[in-house]
């Protein structure tokens, strides 16, 4: 827990830097197809100069706000319409959806095919018995308390989470965008496909695989390069002079309280992103434009919003210790990390230009009593926390819009991009993908959840450790390493 402290306040330490005066946001180019930088010509959408994506892991949107006033979270809790469901346990009687107060989490399997055997053809009711097959599979069950994976947490275990939804936006309906596990969910991230290739830059021996894509360097004992042939959102922002970071931890981030500008000792043996929550370095179309370099420490995101100078799309990822991932990591320790980062973020000169979009990259096997529609192959898959922060975010807002992680790259195209898809007719580098993801006549905007005519609103800076009723887990309680590079 010492790396854990560390990094809060480490992350806390940043401080607001000046703006840099110049007509171009500082950190990037003019995109071809944006509209004029001049401050009086920034209408709607395009107010938005810095899109900041934080990616935490595995927890569906009841585990953490089934009991949220006014969205659509258990029925039959805390006023919520209809009958709290009963999911069947294997030779025991079914269990209702509980509250768990406890730090740490088992969760269940997450995979693509027991992703359907949680839904069930959108019964929603295989949470269970998936969960206790992982046991029998990997030995070390229980969970703690019993049948976790239909445990949930209230608002005083999650007072900070909670607390964005009630001065931000929550979104009730955000989706996986598909229905499987975390390096998928990263590819989907960044390019909305996962697939299998066989040839390095060639898009068309690339075939649909939502299970299993090439592994990257260190997941699962792997050591080759995998082959990420089709085309991402970078090629895209890279191609219209658009700057973008993927911010991960190296294990070489400073563990000391003083500013990140100053000299302090690294850790060299930290801990470090899971290798599948970062797989846009081994893209193709990263290698050829010589981007490889925007994909960076988390200290230089610090840096850059003390100095003014974000670039106009961040993706950031966690490292296990502060990842809220089942069976490895505290929720008290992810939350105190994502208050760092959302503070850090707010107390930059351009808090006034940016949006921070908080979301899981799937549901950890965590009960959801809400079925994914359907809209290919793929997914969508099992509903994931979702919240907006902004000064021009609508304040207290529950978007009831069917969403997935494609609404990132749709509201990022529509801003820096004139409206440019990953279309395999329009993009210049065609691939085999099975759909254009934005277009998806079911997938909302995120448009709605700004109100882009209202004052930006200040600052809501929040304790990075707050009071919460969680339970601190015993030392003898379960704590699996889990795969190597984590999923």
């Known amino acids: 827990m010492l790396a854990v402290a560390a990094l809060v306040a480490f992350a806390a330490s940043s401080s607001p830097g000046s703006a840099s005066g110049s007509k171009s946001p500082p950190g990037h180019l003019q995109p071809r197809h944006a509209p004029p930088y001049a401050a009086g010509a920034l209408r709607g959408i395009h107010k938005i100069r810095h899109v900041v994506i934080i990616m935490q892991e595995n927890r569906s949107f009841d585990n953490y706000f089934a009991t949220y006033p006014g969205a659509d979270g258990v029925p039959g809790l805390k006023g919520h319409p209809g ?18 107060r406890y730090d740490f989490n088992t969760g ?12 069930d053809g959108g019964n929603m009711d295989g949470f269970i018995a998936v969960q206790e097959y992982y046991y029998t599979g990997c030995k070390c069950g229980p969970s703690v308390p019993a049948d976790d994976t239909m445990g949930y947490h209230t608002g005083k275990d999650l007072p900070n989470y909670w607390a964005y939804a009630h001065d931000f936006v929550l979104q009730d309906h955000m989706f996986g965008s598909v229905a499987s596990w975390s390096l998928p969910s990263h590819l989907f991230l960044t390019s ?22 090439g592994y990257p360097p260190g997941f699962n004992g792997t050591t080759t390069r995998p082959v990420y042939a089709w085309t991402d959102l970078t090629y895209l922002l890279h191609k219209h002079h658009v700057s973008w970071r993927y911010y991960i931890f190296k294990g070489k981030e400073p563990l000391c309280d003083s500013d990140i500008t100053l000299s ?3 850790v060299t043996n930290g801990p470090r992103s899971g290798v599948a929550w970062y797989p846009i370095k081994w893209f193709d179309t990263v290698k050829n434009d010589k981007q490889a370099k925007n994909i960076q420490s988390i200290k230089r995101l610090f840096t850059a919003a003390k100095k003014g100078k974000l670039p106009a799309v961040s993706w950031v990822v966690p490292n296990i210790k502060v990842s809220e991932h089942n069976g490895n990591g505290l929720i008290s320790a992810g939350q105190a990390y994502v208050t760092g980062l959302i503070n850090t973020l707010m107390r930059s000169s351009e808090w006034k230009s940016t949006a921070i979009f908080l979301t899981w990259d799937d549901w950890g096997g965590f009960y959801d009593n809400l079925a994914p529609p359907r809209v290919d192959v793929n997914g969508y898959g099992v509903r994931v926390p979702g919240l907006v922060i902004s000064p021009y975010a609508k304040k207290g807002f529950i978007d009831h819009q069917t969403l997935s992680f494609d609404a990132y790259a749709k509201f990022i195209e529509d801003d820096f991009l004139g409206g440019a898809r990953l279309n395999p007719k329009t993009d210049g580098r ?21 109100n882009f005519k209202q004052r930006p609103r200040k600052p809501v800076i929040l304790p990075v450790h707050p009071k919460t ?3 601190e887990p015993s030392s003898t309680a379960w704590r699996p390493t889990g795969a190597t590079g984590w999923g």
């Open 83 to 100: 009958k709290v469901p009963c999911i069947p346990d294997p030779g025991e009687a079914c269990v209702r959806p509980f509250h768990d």
């Open 108 to 119: 269940g399997i997450y995979t693509f095919p027991f992703s359907a055997k949680d839904i």
């Open 192 to 213: 909305l496909w996962s697939a299998y290739c066989k040839k390095h830059n060639d898009p068309a021996s690339c075939t649909n695989a939502p299970n299993k894509p």
């Open 264 to 266: 302090c000792a690294p």
């Open 430 to 450: 065609p691939d085999p993908r099975p759909d254009v993801r934005e277009n998806e006549r079911i997938l909302g905007n995120l448009k709605k959840d700004f």
């Open 469 to 471: 009723d969680l339970i």
